[in-house]
Nanobody, 128 residues
């Protein structure tokens, strides 16, 4: 089972930026679909973004409408790490953020059940 370790959360003012990192174990990281989800207090966990392998060195990124244009997901295969760059943060982005791995690239990518393993979560708090 792939192990995931997240980092990079914290407290930031509205309009600020944070970058989350998630490092995975596993020898074939480059072919995994890697997702970010978040869970706000009292709400269900929701999809944020996914970085999925297509073929060769081609990857695609998909985003929830609520973060499109503000968040960017990327990866460094040499470091087995996926990143979530979050810009123009809003108070409604406050949540615990989780990375997740989908080694078989099961669809749909925005569903929790498509993912096999999850990180421990990192808190992101955006003050107004």
């Amino acid at each position: 089972q792939v192990q995931l370790v997240e980092s990079g959360g914290g407290l930031v003012q509205a309009g600020g930026s944070l970058r989350l990192s998630c490092t995975a174990s596993g020898r074939t990281f480059s072919s995994y679909a890697m997702g970010w989800f978040r869970q706000a207090p009292g709400k269900e966990r929701e999809f944020v973004a996914v970085h999925r392998w297509s073929s060769g060195s081609t990857y695609y990124a998909d985003y929830a409408d609520s973060v499109k244009g503000r968040f960017t997901i990327s990866r460094d295969n040499d470091k087995n790490t996926v990143f979530l760059q979050m810009n123009s943060l809003k108070p409604e982005d406050t949540a615990v953020y989780y990375c997740a791995v989908n080694p078989a690239q099961r669809r749909p990518y925005n569903l929790l059940k498509s993912y096999d393993s999850w990180g421990q979560g990192t808190q992101v708090t955006v003050s107004s």
